[in-house]
């Protein structure tokens, strides 16, 4: 059974960081496409980061340049030693979100090899979620 727990979050302050970490157990494949997802109340679920296996990532406009994505361990993951990490920089108030770590086998590309977004709807796995707020 795959699970992923979410942990890190808090409330900061305007130009603050965060980080956030998600535990992955129970994944049984190498192949793996892994994203953050947040969402405030009354809105749909938005993609704002994702990487895959072989390391390539995507980030949403409004995070580029300020949150990081990234995998330690990807190679161990079917040994549940993998980590999924966000680190979240130069905060702004319309970054309060709840925030989720997703997971499924991979991430479709274009024509480039660039990743592009998956629906929301089509991971399978999701973490419990941790809330993010950041104050003016």
């Known amino acids: 059974q795959v699970q992923l727990v979410n942990s890190g979050g808090g409330s900061v302050q305007t130009g603050g960081s965060l980080r956030l970490a998600c535990t992955i157990s129970?994944?049984?494949?190498?192949?793996?496409?892994m994203a953050w997802f947040r969402q405030t109340p009354g809105q749909e679920r938005e993609a704002i980061a994702a990487?895959?296996?072989?390391?390539?990532?995507?980030?949403?406009?409004?995070?580029k340049d300020r949150f990081t994505v990234s995998m330690a361990n990807g190679k161990a993951i079917m040994d549940g030693k993998a980590i999924l990490s966000l680190d979240l920089n130069n905060l702004k108030p319309e970054d309060t979100a709840m925030y989720y770590c997703?997971?499924?086998?991979?991430?479709?590309?274009?024509?480039?090899?660039?990743?592009?977004?998956?629906?929301?709807?089509?991971?399978?796995?999701w973490g419990q979620g941790t809330q993010v707020t950041v104050s003016s």
């Open positions: 997703a997971a499924e086998g991979w991430c479709p590309s274009n024509g480039r090899g660039e990743l592009v977004w998956h629906d929301a709807a089509d991971f399978p796995y």
């Open positions: 129970g994944y049984r494949d190498t192949n793996y496409c």
């Open positions: 990487i895959n296996n072989d390391g390539k990532i995507k980030y949403a406009d409004s995070v």
